[in-house]
């Protein structure tokens, strides 16, 4: 469609509050409360259950015209002690919606006011996260959320700093479970398994082995004593570049952690500057199995690199996984021709035209950020790729323009498995590769089948083709 | 209000909304509002306006409202069209801070004159969500002003998230269809005409229902709003009869044809065999047409005979099986308690999230003693009554699913997210062949196994104890025996194979 200024349609983000559950899921025997009304918490388990095919629980303080007249304190006390009473969890964290800004509740005050109240003490910890669902999107709730958690935990332990020499590695933007199972594996195998701290964790609990019975809260998740450790770490790498990480500046600032933030580990270049940073933190060698890892990355890169080269691919989605993934579509010698990021973050746009001139400098690439699909698709016309990567919802532009899309991101509903995609690391790097490759394969022959069912594309030898066969 | 009931552990204040049913006067509490904190499986007025009204194919659906509204119901629904595909597009005004602070009429007003400017709709529906309520937009002015401006109705859905529940939401979609019916004069082509009301053509459901009333010479003027268009909408009046399938949402609606338009309404249910027949034949005793009586008979006979072959096959593997029902509406749960006898099996749970008194009443004259009703129910109880009654199946929608899944119990998708068509006579067949692969499915021998060894002194290292065991020896899996009656042996596909 033509040019708009008011309607916003087809929407690539997410509201605040789905990023702080994310984040909230990502911690160890916790629950998340929205305060608002009963549909924010319905649609939002309603969304990460079709994406991860787990059963998500998300309370609310189901807000009535009482509450929304009188204000939401009564509505949200009585949520957290139906919650506590039900699930019983350590942590529950908070985060408000448009409606409970809107009326302008002080979540902070209801929640003081609530532990007095109940004389909750220090076994259980509420966090309270503002996130207005009419300002930005889930990627800055995901970090608002980080930042609350590593605030709670590191001011209610005070008094119990004793030098952890470990590494805290802090997300600022959500990845899959198997992303996730991924990255602690680099982890253990680099700085040592009991040597980081890491946060959120999904690998469990958005991914939870079937046992045959129902887990109230699934196992899993950072460990609060481990999140309470984080200000007695010897370093913090922030994973993704694009964003502020609110949790590694505040670590920074407030207990003097030396802090690096790096990119989501998309691709060789990009998996090789963080495992080259966590190998100078433990003070290591690139381990041989990494070494070995990385070869057969590159064997694999070459083994593909007639197939993918000069492929004009768009990549859309949350801005440091498509930042990653734009950098492995470089290093192969794919085309990217249109790069998108969900949600405006200060540096994406910088650090994507950073790669493109390192990689490709003569590569016409549009890069946008902040827009809806609409507008996507309208860019997706004019640059005509031939290759979709991204999440489910490119899926009508693909159809339209008879391109695969290769699904990557948040939300996959229409397919399963998609809290077991693996791209990071060098597996990752291999796992991406094989299925882009793949696809390509699986459209060439689709086309070649075409051709050759035409009879007059085959000509016999001997006639206006000879110099063909020849060459 | 019945006492605390403690079939199950909850909150006591959820204790009056489960009951067991008794021999005589079953009562349960229902029709409030959701407890907070309690893990409500209901969505909010929006989303039962959203659900109601979003199948109408050729219409705008607006969100007036933050994002999160429109990015969560973009598309959800399997509702299928035969023309035009507008309703699939998500719309919203995306209001940021400085609209909830200045108000959003401006921004919404000039969004409308985009839309018809672009996309040429010819209707747009507008929907408030939470903060239009509390910052005081006036949607109806702002509505009523454009429908004069740009030339189509612009109508207003008052759809305040916290403003009730999700029935609500339902009137609120029913009161905007209201400002379409009769706006258009309809081209007659029979004698006798309906129109099907509360079917929201879920994987096509409505085109394995419609040709049957065509076939005996009724013309079906509209169906809302499963396919609907906003032209077929506006003609609704010159129906003679008015067909109701879910009652919760659009009973209202037919209630309001009946007192200004005259036309009568039945509550119906195109699903399961006997329901179907009761569905045609009362249609055609209302025209009291002797001919068109016999069609019915015709299609009733014909259709039963084609079907029953594979249905009385796949019911020899479903016989004697124990079924959970968790729907949205009543009508579906009980039309489905009918549909699962017809298959040889028996509902040991049955709830709804928006089941009236009546509705509940009606479901207790038709449930076993010892079964479970309940209204609202939350993910723990659900859980919990799982545990307690052992159904091997669920049907539900999809929060509900990978609950089920977790215990190890079979699941039917009922809800938005089916592919597959589930009323008419193929659509039962459908269903029963659903069941019958998600019941009788190998999979469920694994749920709950663990891999153990088994010793073999023969076979072993050297030093080697039974504590540890490498991981590439060779290893003998175990499937640990379930108590459940999903101990099936022999899958149905090699059943049917052989």
């Not at chain 1, 924010?40 to 015209?65: K, N, Q, W």
């Not at chain 1, 964003?243 to 952690?257: G, K, M, P, Q, S």
């Not at chain 1, 698709?377 to 693909?398: C, F, H, Q, T």
């Not at chain 2, 069209?81 to 998500?90: A, G, I, M, N, V």
Request: hydrophobic fraction near 40%; charge should be negative.
């Amino acid at each position: 469609m033509s040019e708009r200024n008011y309607t916003t349609v087809n929407p690539c983000i997410m509201c605040q509050p789905m990023g702080s559950v994310m984040a909230f899921k990502g911690i160890e025997n916790s629950m998340m409360l929205l305060h608002g009304s009963q549909g924010c918490s319905t649609y939002m388990r309603l969304h990460l259950a079709h994406h991860f095919r787990e059963p998500v629980d998300i309370g609310s303080s189901s807000l009535s015209e009482k509450g929304a007249v009188y204000g939401g304190s009564e509505n949200l006390k009585k949520g957290l002690k139906n919650l506590i009473l039900r699930y019983n969890p350590k942590v529950i964290g908070v985060s408000t919606t448009c409606l409970a800004e809107t009326i302008g509740d002080d979540i902070k005050r209801i929640i003081s006011e609530f532990q007095e109240e109940e004389n909750i003490g220090d076994e259980r910890i509420i966090i309270p996260v503002p996130t207005p669902s009419y300002e930005e999107s889930h990627n800055s709730g995901y970090i608002k959320a980080v930042e609350s958690i590593v605030k709670e935990f590191t001011m209610s332990d005070e008094g119990h700093e004793i030098f952890n020499n470990k590494l805290n590695i802090v997300f600022s933007e959500n990845i899959s479970p198997e992303d996730t199972r991924e990255m602690k594996r680099i982890l253990a195998n680099t700085v040592g398994s009991n040597s980081y701290i890491m946060l959120p964790d999904i690998s469990e609990t958005f991914d939870a082995p079937m046992t045959g019975e129902m887990q109230k809260i699934p196992v899993g998740g950072t460990k609060h004593s481990d999140i309470a450790d984080m200000k007695n770490s010897a370093a913090t790498i922030g994973m993704g570049i694009t964003n502020d990480n609110r949790a590694v500046d505040y670590l920074e600032h407030t207990f003097d952690i030396p802090a690096q933030n790096l990119p989501l580990p998309i691709g060789l270049e990009y998996t090789d500057r963080v495992l080259a940073a966590l190998s100078n933190v433990a003070g290591i060698d690139i381990p041989e199995e990494y070494q070995k890892e990385r070869g057969r990355l590159i064997d694999a890169m070459v083994d593909s690199h007639k197939y993918v080269y000069g492929t004009k691919v768009a990549i859309y989605g949350d801005p440091n996984n498509v930042l990653g993934m734009l950098s492995l579509a470089l290093e192969n010698g794919m085309h990217p021709i249109l790069v998108v990021a969900s949600s405006k973050s200060p540096r994406f746009a910088e650090y994507a035209m950073e790669r493109v001139k390192q990689v490709k400098p003569d590569c016409d690439v549009a890069i946008l950020e902040d827009v809806d699909f609409d507008t996507f698709n309208d860019a997706v016309r004019k640059a005509d790729p031939e290759m979709l990567i991204g999440n489910s919802n490119g899926k009508y532009i693909a159809k339209e323009m008879g391109i695969p899309l290769v699904r990557f991101g948040f939300p996959i509903h229409d397919r399963v498995g998609a809290q077991r995609i693996l791209s990071l690391g060098y597996h990752g790097a291999m796992n991406v590769l094989d299925k882009i490759t793949n696809t390509i394969l699986e459209v060439e022959d689709a086309h070649l089948e075409a051709k050759w069912a035409e009879a007059e594309s085959y000509v016999p030898l001997g006639e206006d083709t000879f110099h063909f066969a020849e060459a | 209000m019945p006492d605390i009931t403690g079939v199950i552990n909850t909150l006591d204040e959820r204790q009056p909304y489960i009951a067991l049913k008794q021999k005589k006067n079953t009562e349960l509490a229902c029709d409030n509002t959701s407890i907070a904190g309690s893990m409500s499986q209901r969505a909010c007025v929006y989303s039962g306006a959203r659900v109601a009204l979003n199948p109408v194919t050729d219409a705008v659906h607006l969100v007036h409202g933050p994002i999160g509204c429109a990015s969560y119901t973009w598309d959800i629904r399997g509702s299928l069209s035969s023309d035009k595909e507008t309703f699939r597009t998500s719309f919203s005004t995306d209001m940021k801070e400085l609209d909830v602070v200045f108000g959003g009429e401006k921004k919404l007003s000039k969004s409308i004159d985009e839309i018809v400017e672009l996309y040429k709709p010819p209707v747009i529906f507008v929907y408030s969500t939470c903060i239009v309520g509390i910052i005081g937009d006036d949607l109806e002015a702002v509505c009523k002003d454009a429908t004069e401006r740009v030339g189509i109705p612009v109508l207003p859905v008052q759809s305040e998230g916290f403003k009730g529940t999700k029935s609500d939401g339902y009137k609120a979609a029913c009161d905007a269809l209201m400002n379409l019916v009769g706006t258009k004069e309809p081209e007659i082509t029979s004698e006798y005409r309906i129109n099907i009301l509360g079917d929201y053509n879920v994987a096509g459901d409505v085109w394995l229902v419609k040709p049957l009333f065509e076939k005996m010479g009724i013309q079906v003027i509209t169906s809302m709003t499963g396919d609907a268009t906003a032209d077929s909408i506006s003609k609704a009046h010159g129906a003679q009869l008015n067909l109701v399938q879910c009652s919760g949402s659009m009973t209202y609606l037919a209630k309001w044809m009946k007192k200004n338009f005259d036309i009568p309404f039945k509550k119906v249910s195109y699903f399961g065999i006997e329901d179907l027949a009761i569905a045609l034949r009362e249609t055609a005793s209302f025209f009291d047409d002797e001919k068109m009586k016999q069609i019915a008979e015709e299609i009733i006979e014909s259709e039963t005979r084609r079907i029953m072959p594979d249905i009385k096959k796949i019911r020899s593997r479903l016989e004697g099986k124990k079924a959970a029902i968790y729907m949205g509406g009543a009508a579906k749960a009980l039309t489905l308690i009918k549909g699962f006898r017809e298959l040889g099996m028996e509902v040991v749970i049955i709830g709804t999230q928006t089941g009236k008194r009546d509705d509940y009443q009606q479901i207790s004259y038709r449930v076993k003693e010892g079964t479970v009703i309940v209204d609202d129910a939350n993910a723990l109880e659900l859980v919990d009554l799982l545990e307690r009654q052992k159904p091997d199946l669920m049907v539900a929608g999809v929060k509900e699913r990978f609950l089920a899944f977790k215990q190890g119990v079979a699941f039917c998708d009922f809800n938005h997210d089916r592919v597959i068509e589930f009323e008419g006579y193929d659509g039962f067949l459908n269903f029963a062949r659903e069941l019958d692969v998600t019941i009788n499915s190998p999979v469920w021998n694994f749920v709950g196994s663990k891999l153990e060894v088994e010793n073999d002194d023969a076979f072993r290292l050297r030093g080697a104890t039974n504590a540890k065991v490498p991981d590439d020896l060779n290893l003998k899996k175990v499937v640990k025996e379930r108590n459940s009656m999903h101990d099936v042996n022999v899958s149905p596909m090699e059943e049917s194979v052989a």
